[in-house]
């Protein structure tokens, strides 16, 4: 997967787009960090619902409601 800068996105949009329509991907970096993958619309990688378990449950771990209940938060979730 190649690499671009973001200001190099900016400047050459279209040509990127054209690029990826015809199949490349590309990592998009900010500071010498990658900031988002450009993947063609058909490509998007997919997780199996055990992996999507998974990182739900990791996501999970540690995280606390404090007090909180669930129902309370379901009911204000309705609310707004």
Same mark, same amino acid.
């Given at each position: 997967?190649? =690499?671009?800068?973001?200001?190099? =996105?900016?400047? @050459?949009?279209?040509?990127?787009?054209?690029?990826?329509?015809? +199949?490349? #991907?590309?990592?998009?970096? /900010? @500071?010498?960090?990658?900031?988002? @993958?450009?993947?063609?619309?058909?490509?998007?990688? =997919?997780? #199996? /619902?055990?992996?999507?378990?998974?990182?739900?449950?990791?996501? $999970?771990? $540690?995280?606390?409601?404090? +007090?909180?209940?669930? /129902?309370?938060?379901?009911?204000? $979730? /309705?609310?707004?």
């Amino acid at each position: 997967m190649e =690499t671009i800068v973001a200001f190099e =996105t900016e400047t @050459h949009l279209a040509e990127i787009l054209d690029r990826v329509e015809r +199949g490349e #991907s590309l990592t998009i970096t /900010r @500071h010498g960090k990658a900031v988002a @993958h450009l993947v063609p619309a058909d490509r998007q990688p =997919t997780r #199996s /619902r055990t992996e999507a378990i998974r990182e739900l449950r990791e996501f $999970g771990n $540690g995280r606390r409601l404090d +007090g909180l209940k669930i /129902r309370d938060l379901i009911d204000e $979730g /309705r609310r707004v």
